[in-house]
């Protein structure tokens, strides 16, 4: 197939304000490539993810989207959730249904909504919940130690289509402070993937007066230790959790993640109980911080 040029965009996730987020490369009409290209291009973009968009096989979706990091396609990841959205609203798209869009990937239709300030939100996934057992606990504890892990929320494998390891530590000073080196980082990676997750989510509470509810840190355990500045799937996979255990803090909230990098990542979640499906609402604000072409 000959080279053909399309429309391209890189979109900062979860802040208002460029290079304070998580970004992400969005393909428009990517239809017609392979699967082989698409991780081609995943990897030469080396961004955490990518996201290729092309029209829906569903009638019920305005868009279809595949996910790639790197190395392998995903089901579901919630900031290229919100950044194609933010990307195909900026490129003049219309929903189907005003202020809602319906996107169809790996995990099915997720739907999304339109929030204050043009930001967009979406409907936390379907979630699978696994606790841990007593030893894997022990094996947690030790390997964040100094950190103490708040056992009245019980850590847990999460997976709502990108699986994680929610973790509640005592306060957010204390997930800030985390710090993962030698046997300890090697014993949580041999944890991590005993559990099938990608990695761990950390979080710990601010006082009340803080800059958010609460603080989370999100690190992949793979070759290296790998953190990642804002993560929808992580953030869902806690609001879900939250649920689970009676200990979500009120109607809504909100998280602070990036912190440690330098970023300032801002999600906010909001728990719909007056709708039929009870929704669980990830959000944020996205900013395109690129906008030109791509020969693909």
């Not at 304070?20 to 082989?36: H, Q, R, W, Y």
């Not at 409907?123 to 030790?142: G, K, M, V």
């Not at 230790?225 to 992580?234: F, K, L, R």
């Amino acid at each position: 197939m000959s080279p053909r040029t399309v429309q391209f965009k890189q979109v900062d996730v979860f802040t208002p304000v460029p290079f304070k987020g998580n970004p992400l490369a969005v393909i428009f009409d990517a239809e017609g490539l392979s699967t082989e290209r698409m991780q081609e291009i995943a990897r030469w973009t080396n961004l955490s993810e990518t996201a290729f968009l092309m029209p829906p096989t569903d009638p019920r979706a305005d868009y279809r989207v595949r996910i790639f990091t790197t190395a392998v396609e995903l089901p579901f990841a919630g900031h290229p959730t919100l950044g194609s959205a933010h990307a195909l609203i900026d490129s003049g798209y219309t929903p189907k249904t005003p202020g809602r869009l319906v996107q169809e990937c790996g995990v099915g239709l997720v739907t999304l909504a339109e929030r204050g300030n043009g930001e967009w939100a979406f409907a936390a996934p379907r979630t699978r919940i696994a606790p841990l057992n007593a030893a894997q606990n022990e094996r947690l504890a030790a390997a964040l130690s100094p950190a103490v892990i708040d056992f009245s929320a019980p850590p847990a494998a999460v997976d709502n289509g990108v699986p994680w390891l929610v973790v509640r530590v005592e306060n957010a000073a204390q997930c800030l402070a985390l710090s993962l080196h030698g046997e300890a980082r090697e014993s949580l990676k041999s944890l991590v993937a005993e559990v099938g997750t990608h990695g761990i989510a950390v979080y710990g509470p601010h006082d009340a007066d803080g800059p958010a509810t609460f603080e989370l840190r999100v690190i992949l355990l793979g070759a290296e230790n790998i953190e990642d500045p804002v993560t929808g799937s992580a953030n869902a996979a806690l609001a879900t959790l939250l649920t689970q255990q009676s200990k979500r803090p009120s109607a809504s909230y909100t998280v602070r993640q990036g912190t440690a990098l330098g970023r300032a990542g801002r999600v906010s979640i909001d728990y719909d109980d007056a709708a039929d499906d009870a929704p669980i609402w990830i959000g944020g604000a996205s900013v395109t911080v690129i906008d030109g072409t791509f020969r693909i």
